[in-house]
């Protein structure tokens, strides 16, 4: 669809297929970016024939995240812009999981190579994952000073327990499709040549599918596994503000790139 510069929506009979557009970025979530997935995911209330919505990113990886490069919240220095619009600009990302999570339609991630940060919350947001064998997820937030945000969280700790979530979130580190399978993150992982056949094969079994049963046991399966995620997670974007703020995020952002050891003081 033109009306996007960042992602194109692709439909077929009953099947929708959201494609990230970023691929020289590693189709990372700048602002504008997650802006137009919002939409994306909202337009699907008004095209009630689709029933499985697949989302994927184009090249080598489905999503690094944050764009750290780009315009926003992530990116620009803090405290030069009002705080009301920081506050703002942090929400975004975590309505576009709101989106997906409130989505009608059956959501299957089509996960190609990274899913890191924000990425994976995207993907873990969606109701299936079918995962490339080069697929690997990672949140490097922790090494840049910040929490978690996006509603990732009670995303990751449904799907994984919370001693695997702690490992990721805390622990920062990048585990592989075949470990993640075996986890309960990913439900299958396939070469990577059969991604998109696997994928669409899935599409069309839930396609088939009694359209409103299915919206109702999948709103019915969120609310109980999701019960408390407002009262835990309303203010992680509040927390991502005020960890970005910390001297350790300040080193973090300087060292990031470099072989460079921060040396993480608590300040």
Known sequence: MSDYQYL????????ATITLRRPERANALGYAVLQEL???VL??????????VVLTGEGRHFSSGADLGGPGPASEPRREIPLVHRRRQARMGGRVIRALLDMDQISIAAWNGAAMGGGGCVATACDFRIAADDAFLCYP??????????WGLPLITRLAGPSRAKRLVIGGER???PVLERWGVVDEVVPRDELMPRVYSLARFYAGKAPIAAQMIKRSVNALSGAFDEAVM???????????????????????????TPGFTGN
């Open 38 to 40: 919002e939409g994306a």
């Open 234 to 260: 309303h203010m992680d974007f509040d927390q991502n503000l005020l960890t970005a703020a910390t001297d350790d995020a300040a080193l973090a952002r300087r060292t990031y790139r470099t072989e460079q």
């Open 141 to 150: 937030e922790i090494d840049i000073g910040l929490n978690l945000m996006w």
């Open 8 to 15: 194109t929506i692709d439909s077929a009979e009953t099947i």
């Open 43 to 52: 337009s699907m209330r008004d095209q009630p024939d689709i029933r499985v």
């Open 175 to 177: 585990i592989g499709a």
